[in-house]
């Protein structure tokens, strides 16, 4: 799954929101895996997506804060 999302380029690396965009992407597979009707995986990417959004949105903040330093 992330080798298809790395190869079709839906990925940006280098841009800020990478983290925040592969969060989007395993939300959207808990999606389907709760549709047909895999609920203990969607409950599993459900944990990982959570983990890699608040992983994602700490980096974000850091980068930010870092950035701003003063001469």
Do not use: C, E, Q, W
Not at 24 to 44: E, K, Q
Not at 45 to 63: C, E, M, Q, R, T
Request: net charge positive; aromatic share 12%.
């Amino acid at each position: 799954m992330i080798f298809t999302l790395i190869s079709s380029g839906d990925i940006n690396y280098g841009k800020g929101d990478a983290y925040v965009s592969l969060g989007h992407h395993i939300s959207g597979y808990r999606v389907i895996a709760a549709a047909l009707g895999f609920g203990g995986l969607a409950g599993t990417a459900a944990g990982a997506a959570k983990i890699v959004f608040v992983v994602g949105i700490i980096l974000f903040l850091v980068s930010l804060f870092m950035g701003r330093k003063r001469p």
